[in-house]
């Protein structure tokens, strides 16, 4: 065992429920409005609940980014890399296993395996969503969704490093309303989403809600013309039951859950990267792709997913006097993925994850105290527990690896294939508080601080299942361990004990399964203070210091250093900013500059394993720092036109590291930018509404966004020593390009809110732009996003 010791109800938008599609910093703003909420819109009274109260944002001191239920809708945001694209110095990255990581001011932890906890946390209702892959898809019939920025740990708990995302849910109403949106888009795309809500009793409402989504494969085979992958069909439906039996008692039940049977994305192969003497035929014959947006390949039959996930929540909320109130919080997910993953780029097997298997099982329980928030001395105390059960079960084809030729030659053992399976429990608890006190009429002193303690147990296995006589079990079992152990039984793990002492019941030198338990235990604190100068100008200033907890790696190994975990990161956090509303709030301006100071980076990089190239570790990074800004204003010039732009700066570089990158390059990596962090972002919307009749609206609306170049690893200006070919000569392989995408949308709409029509375009110029590259094997491999999209959306209201 490791010992580390380290130190609701529904928000209302108030008057402009439908004015505002976004006005937090760091989003790309976007409006939906109606004549007659014009004389009472305005840019400032966005409701947010950051603290775990409700607040207007522009009375919260911290960093806060908010994109509107209505916005995701019109700008056609359905997914989590759509969001992405909206907030500034927030990364998405699709991974080889199809787990989203999320990076965020430069914090983020590139770990692709469903049990590794995140740097940025994501929430339903307060409600976690523990593991990325939870929160696949729950942007839908949504008031709002929040993003939080910097470490949110005093509130939110650890694995909130880099922030918190929260999901807000739209509520069950005390009147009848029912709604739905239908879009066709390119590539037979079919989006269909609808609720209805109201009252059941004087006491009890509900809400019902769901979307679907369809649409054909968009990426074509290199080979295979009339191929296609990335066909989407998902299914989403959410029934939430509100029960107000008293004044003082209110419970809130969701019941939710999603169905995912897409194809996985196919990669881009860019390089050649042997890792054994001999070549397989077919991959030194293989043509690298053309670099178009739709170019991509993959065996026939490998990319699917059949995922489901379901969850249960409660929250209850009652006034245990007239100004304090007990919350709590009690939450089962239940979610289970088969899928398969082709991630060389190939259409032989390279290396293809022909069923990846898993499941989660979590509960989840908050219970806080909380006084009025009218007080001048505003508090919250808590509790949470959190236990999880995360399986994974990985089979892999390796047929036709350098490793299977080289070894098939030299040894006489073609290896084709490899099982790996990682077993976890983790638990946690914490105790938090956190207070606010309004020392003068225009001075806030806050301050929070949580003590998390965490466990996590690992069982971890990688086994021949082939029953082949000369395969990879018994490859180690006759060649590396010379008979030592015996003959190799098809299901041993064969995974060698090569550190320096017993892991379990294996001794060193000898193969067996990873046992073991990693218990760490933090403080996270948070201390500030909110400067009100005059009306509508908060300036403010925050020190935080928030913790992610460390974890096991789900990899395929060779020996027991790889399945060695790494420990907890921290983050020092340094933020001054300000939030002005000008012109009799026809103006908006926000800024925010900050420093972190960045300890143990969770990394996942490379270690040379001989005959087997380079496999999969997890490492810490002693240091890294990252300090930037950000600056956004939000303009209404005349009622009817909306005009917003963000720009942000991000600075982030490691410090001190030493080791072997992601791409397998050996360096001193101190001074290289941390990887999916683009220095400069931009982002820019406009919106205008115009009548053509007393009953009709017209409205035209466009959004630009920018990102600089970034790299997917550290050093990813460096290539790998065993590069012998690639699609872009003497350019890094690791390099995310920059790139600028523009958004088009136009429409017509009912003067009362009833209906909407619009056309709508992304990425109308066809950029060619792509989120992550990946040393897989013998190959590098690109992740291409869509190009163009175009469409058409109804909207219906009652």
């Known amino acids: 065992m490791r010992k580390v010791i380290g130190r609701s109800q529904q928000a209302s938008l108030c008057s402009i429920a439908l004015a505002l599609s976004s006005a937090g910093l760091g989003s790309a703003p976007a409006f939906a409005q109606t004549p007659q909420d014009d004389a009472d819109a305005n840019i400032a009274d966005i409701v947010v609940t950051a603290n775990k109260r409700e607040q207007k944002l522009n009375d919260v001191g911290l960093t806060v980014a908010v994109v509107s239920g209505d916005a995701l809708k019109n700008q056609q945001i359905n997914s989590l890399a759509d969001l992405a694209q909206t907030i500034p110095s927030l990364s998405f990255t699709n991974t080889s296993s199809n787990t989203p990581v999320y990076t965020l001011r430069g914090v983020g932890f590139y770990e692709t395996s469903i049990g590794a906890y995140p740097t940025v946390s994501v929430y339903s209702d307060e409600v976690p969503l523990s593991f990325p892959v939870l929160a696949s898809h729950s942007a839908y019939d949504l008031e709002r969704v929040e993003v939080l920025k910097g470490p949110q740990g005093t509130l939110f708990g650890q694995n909130a490093t880099g922030g918190a995302i929260n999901y807000i849910a739209a509520k069950p109403t005390d009147t009848f309303h029912a709604g739905a949106n239908l879009s066709y888009g390119r590539f037979n795309e079919v989006i269909g989403e609808g609720y209805v809500s109201g009252p059941l009793s004087d006491t009890l409402k509900a809400r019902l809600s769901g979307r679907s989504e369809r649409a054909d494969g968009w990426q074509i085979s290199n080979s295979r013309p009339n191929d296609r992958n990335g066909k989407v069909e998902n299914y989403m439906g959410r029934l939430q039951i509100a029960f107000e039996p008293s004044d003082s008692a209110r419970f809130l039940l969701n019941i939710n859950g999603w169905a995912d049977k897409s194809e996985t994305a196919a990669a881009q192969y860019i390089g050649l990267t042997p890792q054994n003497p001999i070549l397989d035929p077919a991959v030194a014959a293989a043509p690298f792709s053309p670099l178009t947006p739709r170019a991509a390949e993959w065996t026939p039959g490998v990319p699917f997913a059949d995922n489901r996930m379901w969850q249960t929540s409660l929250r209850a909320d009652i006034d245990v006097t007239d100004s304090v109130t007990l919350t709590s919080l009690t939450a089962y997910v239940d979610y289970k993925q088969r899928q398969g993953t082709d991630g060389d780029g190939l259409p032989t097997r390279d290396v293809d994850l022909l069923q990846d298997r898993g499941t989660i099982k979590n509960f989840s329980q908050e219970l806080r105290l ?33 490793s299977n030729a080289t070894l098939g030659t030299v040894f006489g053992y073609p290896i084709t294939n490899a099982t790996l399976s990682a077993f976890q429990r983790m638990t946690n608890y914490a105790f938090f508080g956190n207070v606010e006190y309004d020392v003068a009429d225009t001075i806030t002193l806050k301050g929070g601080v949580r003590y998390t303690n965490a466990k996590t147990s690992v069982n971890s296995c990688n086994a021949d299942l082939s029953g082949i006589p000369f395969d990879t079990g018994p490859f180690f079992f006759d060649v590396l361990l010379g008979g030592a152990a015996g003959p190799y039984r098809t299901g041993d793990c064969f995974a060698i004990n090569l550190l320096d002492h017993a892991v379990g019941s294996v001794a060193p030198g000898s193969p067996g399964n990873y046992v073991d338990t990693l218990h760490e235990d933090n403080i996270s604190w948070r201390v500030g203070v909110d400067w009100k100068p005059k009306p509508g100008i908060l300036l403010y200033a925050n020190v935080a210091k928030g913790y992610k907890a460390g974890s096991f790696p789900t990899v395929s190994a060779f ?44 990394l996942r990089s490379k270690e040379d394993a001989g005959p087997f190239g380079i496999l999969d570790v997890l490492q810490n990074i002693p240091k890294s720092t990252v300090k930037g800004f950000e600056l956004e204003f939000v303009a209404r010039p005349v009622s009817s036109l909306v005009v917003s732009s963000t720009f942000t700066y991000l600075d ?91 958004d088009l949308r136009a429409g017509i709409q009912s003067a009362n809110g009833r209906w909407r029509f619009s056309l709508w375009g992304k990425n109308v110029l066809d950029k060619y732009y792509w989120n992550n590259v990946v040393a897989d094997f013998d190959t590098v491999v690109r992740y291409a996003n869509k190009p163009a999209t175009y469409g058409a959306s109804v909207a219906f209201k009652y």
């Not at 007080?375 to 959190?386: A, C, D, F, K, P």
């Not at 990161?569 to 100071?597: I, T």
Request: proline share 4%; no cysteine.
């Open 559 to 602: 020996e027991f250093n790889q399945y060695l975990p790494v420990t907890q990161e921290s983050v020092l956090a340094y933020e001054a900013g300000f939030k002005a509303s000008l012109l009799d709030r026809a103006l908006q301006l926000n800024g925010a500059a900050f420093y972190y100071d960045y300890k143990d980076k969770q």
């Open 370 to 402: 909380a006084n009025a928030s009218q007080s001048s001395l505003r508090w919250v105390l808590g509790t949470n527990y959190e236990d999880s059960k995360v399986g994974q079960v990985v089979r892999s084809d390796i047929s036709d690896t350098s």
């Open 652 to 742: 982030a570089k490691i410090d001190e590291f030493s080791g072997i990158n992601a791409a397998g390059v050996p360096a001193n990596f101190a001074g290289v930018a941390v990887p999916y962090t683009p220095k400069y972002q931009l982002g820019t919307n406009i919106d205008y509404e115009f009548p053509i009749s007393e009953a009709l609206n017209g409205f035209v609306g466009g959004s630009l966004t920018y990102r600089s170049s970034t790299v997917s690893v550290i050093g990813g200006n460096l290539n790998p020593s065993t590069l012998t070919a690639s699609a872009v000569a003497g350019a890094p392989l690791f390099r995310i390009t920059s790139y600028a995408l523009v």
